[in-house]
């Protein structure tokens, strides 16, 4: 299977994951919106290493690229107005994209977004990255790992987002270090953040049980080794999906849901046609990016 038909796939491969998701998802941002409280200052970093060495733990199908796992991390950021804003953009090097966004009929602030790239080293260890086979003896490298800040020019607001969208060839190190970069810029500019967080990838079923039990024990792996306590639970037997909220004391980052404290989405979703499993781990919830419902 070529990349580009590879990334097609894991796309439309998500739609559904991501749907099951938003089941679990909105009662815990209802939760979130009604918990209030100050932003974490909580670094992102750990987390993400910790995440990263569940999301190793499940089998990768032989059909997608690369180690099969793509990776999204988002920062909702608090207490910047529109020149601190821009000063935190300035700390990460991004620029002014072409266009900005106007919400209907003047309900919404307009936006601007800045858009950049933070550079990180990568082990090219034979990794496939673009189109291109890397060199298969280790060396470090640079990788530009894409950044996005969507930032309300109204003076009034105070809130601003940022999401990363790192290529496959970073490795977790690197991905930490955008990660404290990006944080030190909020803190320098005078804000203050919290952190979300998904990592997808496809994996084979298993062919010798049912497809619902397929499903189940995916993640039976990653369950015991995060001590996850289950919170809440949805299943579509029909549309072979399943979502689970849960909570692990490993992780730092959490949130209310249902009045119970969670920090973990755990979602799976066999696909009809290729017979694969698509999975999705979030953190605290499964998120998404501000510009595409991937």
Do not use: C
């Amino acid at each position: 299977m070529s990349r580009q038909a590879a990334v097609r796939r894991t796309r439309k491969g998500l739609m559904p994951v991501m749907l099951a998701a938003i089941v679990l998802i909105v009662g815990a941002a209802v939760a979130a919106k009604q918990h209030g409280g100050s932003k974490s200052q909580v670094s992102a970093a750990e987390d993400l290493q910790y995440v990263w060495s569940l999301a190793d733990m499940i089998p990768t199908s032989t059909a997608t690229v690369s180690n099969g796992h793509h990776w999204l991390l988002r920062y909702d950021v608090d207490g910047m107005r529109s020149g601190q804003a821009l000063r935190a953009a300035g700390l990460l090097g991004l620029h002014k994209a072409d266009a900005s966004t106007e919400g209907a009929a003047g309900q919404q602030a307009e936006t601007d977004t800045y858009v950049g790239t933070i550079d990180t080293d990568t082990e090219s260890a034979g990794i496939i990255d673009g189109d291109a086979d890397t060199n298969t003896n280790n060396s470090s490298q640079q990788t530009a790992v894409e950044v996005s800040m969507l930032i309300h020019t109204d003076h009034n607001s105070t809130s601003s987002v940022i999401v990363v969208k790192p290529p496959s060839s970073v490795g977790v190190d690197g991905l930490q270090t955008v990660a404290n970069t990006i944080e030190q810029a909020v803190h320098e500019a005078g804000g203050q953040y919290e952190y979300s967080f998904r990592v997808s990838g496809t994996a084979a079923p298993d062919n010798t049980v049912d497809k619902m039990q397929s499903l189940k024990q995916l993640f039976t792996d990653v369950v015991a080794k995060s001590d996850a306590v289950l919170v809440e639970n949805y299943e579509d037997k029909e549309g072979m999906t399943i979502s689970e909220s849960r909570f692990s004391p490993h992780i730092e980052r959490t949130m209310k849901t249902g009045g119970k404290t969670s920090n973990l989405q755990l979602t799976v979703h066999l696909d009809s046609e290729s017979t694969a499993l698509d999975w999705v781990i979030g953190v605290p919830v499964i998120t998404g990016d501000y510009t595409e419902a991937d």
